[in-house]
């Protein structure tokens, strides 16, 4: 009996959507490909719609005034949109916002990624605004899909990295709503069930 490969789709807490997709590399003015198993590392995979439009370099420019950070945390970022790679290049070239961007700019021509991501207007062939956070052992931790008009904020994206990173390495912890580095944590359990407050009392 045949086997059936179905796509497999984005889910949080699961392996991410393998992907080896073409890219322009705008440091050195380069192409390459690259697939997502080879990374092994903390990975954002920051999808937009579309080159020359118009929020897309407003959030573009925002991740790269952000490059030490995301060297700091050793987060590899990579840019993605239904474009070709010669439309990334000429878009670099041409938009004053994209001076000096540093990331990979992945070309998903074909769409799959962006379908597999569960971002995909099938009617235009244009991906989503969607931020996902991808672990070292290939695990989807975060998700973020915004209407399209609707700018990200890397600042935000820095702190759920920080608050990853810091569960990963103490997993007994969970990180409530707003928190930051050296912040108090909480220890889950049923005894605390009804006192949270009080667990978040220095």
């Not at 073409?22 to 990374?39: M, N, Q, R, V």
């Not at 569960?167 to 909480?186: G, H, S």
């Amino acid at each position: 009996m045949e086997e059936l490969n179905f796509p497999q789709m984005v889910k949080i807490d699961n392996t991410a959507p393998e992907f080896n997709l073409p890219f322009y590399d705008p440091k050195s003015d380069d192409e390459g490909t690259i697939a997502l198993s080879e990374l092994k590392k903390w990975t954002v995979l920051f999808f937009y719609p579309a080159d020359f439009t118009f929020v897309c370099p407003t959030e573009l420019k925002d991740m790269a005034e952000q490059e030490a950070k995301f060297k700091e945390l050793d987060v590899e970022i990579l840019a993605a949109s239904t474009d070709t790679i010669f439309s990334h290049r000429a878009w670099v070239k041409h938009e004053w916002l994209m001076k000096n961007f540093p990331y990979k700019m992945l070309a998903d021509h074909s769409t799959e990624t962006a379908y597999n991501y569960n971002l995909l207007d099938e009617e235009s062939g244009i991906a989503g605004r969607g931020t996902f956070v991808i672990d070292p052992d290939g695990i989807v931790r975060s998700i973020e899909v915004a209407s399209g008009p609707l700018g990200r904020n890397s600042e935000e994206l820095i702190r759920k990295i920080e608050a990853l990173q810091f569960m990963r390495e103490n997993p007994t912890q969970a990180c409530p709503a707003k928190w930051a580095v050296w912040a108090k944590t909480l220890t889950p359990s049923i005894k605390i069930a009804g006192e949270v407050a009080e667990q978040l009392e220095d």
